[in-house]
Nanobody, 125 residues
């Protein structure tokens, strides 16, 4: 089994920055492609950014392109989401997700096998 633990969320003013981390533990040898999703109140879970196992490929939802950067450190079994120029519409619970496959980054939450508990990000205007 794999456990994912997110950290780094909080309250920030519009225009500010936050860095989220997601540390994997347990059977980390079965963790490959990883992504960040978010869910705002009353809305569906949304793909934010993803990174493949080697870190050679990243994908972003259009609304965060140029503002967010996803990265990973496989030696630490950790992925990161650097969030800059935050906007109130970025307010959501952010979830880390991991896949047992190396099929490439997918925006479909159903393709991920492991999920973290989520970390709240609140951006005030």
């Amino acid at each position: 089994q794999v456990q994912l633990v997110e950290s780094g969320g909080g309250l920030v003013q519009a225009g500010g920055s936050l860095r989220l981390s997601c540390a994997a533990s347990g059977r980390t040898d079965s963790v490959y492609d990883m992504s960040w999703f978010r869910q705002a109140p009353g809305k569906a879970r949304e793909f934010v950014a993803g990174i493949n196992w080697s870190g050679s490929n990243t994908e972003y939802v259009d609304s965060v392109k140029g503002r967010f950067i996803i990265s990973r450190d496989n030696a630490k079994n950790t992925i990161y989401l650097q969030m800059n120029s935050l906007k109130p519409e970025d307010t959501a619970v952010y979830y880390c997700a991991a896949s047992r496959t190396m099929n490439g980054v997918s925006p479909d939450h159903q393709t991920y096998h492991y999920w973290g508990q989520g970390t709240q990000v609140t951006v005030s205007s």
